[in-house]
């Protein structure tokens, strides 16, 4: 069983920056481990930021999240990490940590963040 654990969130101000950071409770990455971030919006559907993968670190972004979002992982502190810029306010968003492991997703809990103007 991998259970991802979001952690990072909060409130901030617009215009801040934020780091949110992912691991697996009670275990580890493994090599074909695909990371995702999602991200859901008071009152819109969950949608994806981008991905990347464990081994080769290789990174997509859904094309409306470029440029605002960098999607890292560190082999050593076994944590996935989703920077964000300018975040803008809205309420308090969702943010998910999502891992594909042999064709099998899991989901985190979610951390919230909310941006104050």
């Known amino acids: 069983q991998v259970q991802p654990a979001e952690s990072g969130g909060g409130v901030v101000q617009a215009g801040d920056s934020l780091t949110l950071s992912c691991s697996v409770s009670g275990g580890t990455f493994v090599g074909d481990d695909m990371v995702a971030w999602y991200r859901q919006a008071p009152g819109k559907e969950r949608e994806v930021i981008g991905t990347?993968?464990?081994?080769?670190?290789?990174?997509h972004y859904a094309d409306s999240m470029r440029g605002r979002f960098t999607i890292y992982r560190n082999y050593h502190e076994n944590r996935a990490w989703l920077h964000m810029n300018g975040l803008k306010p809205g309420g308090t968003t969702i943010y998910y940590c999502?891992?594909?492991?042999?064709?099998?997703?899991?989901w985190g809990q979610g951390t919230q963040v909310t941006v104050t103007s």
């Open positions: 999502r891992v594909r492991r042999d064709s099998v997703v899991y």
């Open positions: 990347i993968t464990w081994d080769a670190g290789s990174r």
